[in-house]
């Protein structure tokens, strides 16, 4: 039989080990968050410059009427507006997790900030789908405070998912209903290949958003939106309503 004293020796040996080897852990992890930090910031500065000197560009090919060009040009800043989003959603999830992204509150129309610059930003996407954007909105302004980078990300997040992965030729049905305390959000559209539990772990994060054969994306954009809610005291919920309707519902208080 072994010796208590021998005993107690060796599991104080492994317990200074384990906190050991956990302080490595925690020094590795604060490696890797700054040098995220670093990097996400840089690229997204140097993709801020490319644009800069691509939309440059394309208004001089445009003066020049060099329309052989343009089709290119087009693409390429697609494909660049489509990294730059992803850096800054990279960029946006890290700085909630560590509690870094605070609202800078204003007083915001939802229909003229928010809406409709989306709604014509998306008006090409739409087209290409062949779907139909029908929105229900009170009538008039809807005012509340709130921070307006972080909104336009809230709706372009839930906008773009519904246009990408919604059935052709379909339609997406906004409705947004506002009282003397809240602003409440509905997004329905129709998905093919939904299952059951398909609203379960939606807002996790690397949960990825995907319809019968489509590809799914990083699976940030719905845990950016459910954290830039909640940092507005709002809530967001997600059900799989009859067939393959698909609804995002969210609250936000108006903060008047």
């Known amino acids: 039989m072994q010796d208590p004293v021998q005993q ?13 080897q956990q302080r490595e852990l925690v020094q590795a992890n604060k490696k ?16 801020t410059s490319a644009d800069g000197y691509n939309r440059l560009l394309h208004q001089q090919l445009l003066a ?12 390429g800043i697609h494909i660049h507006e489509k990294l730059f989003n992803i850096v800054d959603q990279l960029l946006k999830m890290w700085m909630v997790e560590k509690q870094l992204l605070k609202p800078d ?22 087209q290409a789908h062949k779907l139909t954007l029908k929105k229900s909105l009170p009538d008039g302004k809807m005012i509340l405070m709130a921070d307006e980078n972080m909104l ?16 052709h030729d379909s339609s997406i049905y906004l409705k947004v209903k506002q009282d003397k305390k809240n602003l409440e959000v509905s997004l329905r ?30 699976g940030i954009g719905l845990y950016n939106v459910k954290n830039l809610i909640e940092l507005h005291h709002g809530e967001i919920s997600c059900r799989r309503a009859k067939r393959d309707w698909l609804e995002f519902n969210f609250r936000l208080p108006l903060n008047l």
Do not use: W
């Open 8 to 20: 107690i020796a060796e599991l104080q040996q492994q317990l200074q080990k384990i906190t050991d």
């Open 32 to 47: 890797y968050e700054k040098v995220f930090s670093l990097v996400t910031h840089e690229f997204k500065n140097l993709l």
């Open 64 to 75: 020049e009427n060099r329309t052989d060009l343009d089709e290119i040009l087009s693409a």
């Open 105 to 126: 509150y204003k007083v915001l129309d939802f229909r003229a900030d928010i809406i409709e610059p989306l709604e014509q930003q998306l008006k090409e996407q739409l």
């Open 152 to 167: 336009e990300i809230i709706m372009r997040n839930l906008l773009e998912n519904a246009v990408k992965y919604s059935v």
């Open 189 to 218: 559209n129709q998905v093919s290949g939904l299952t059951a539990d398909f609203c379960e772990n939606i807002f996790q994060r690397s949960q990825e958003f995907r319809g019968r054969g489509q590809q799914g994306g990083l």
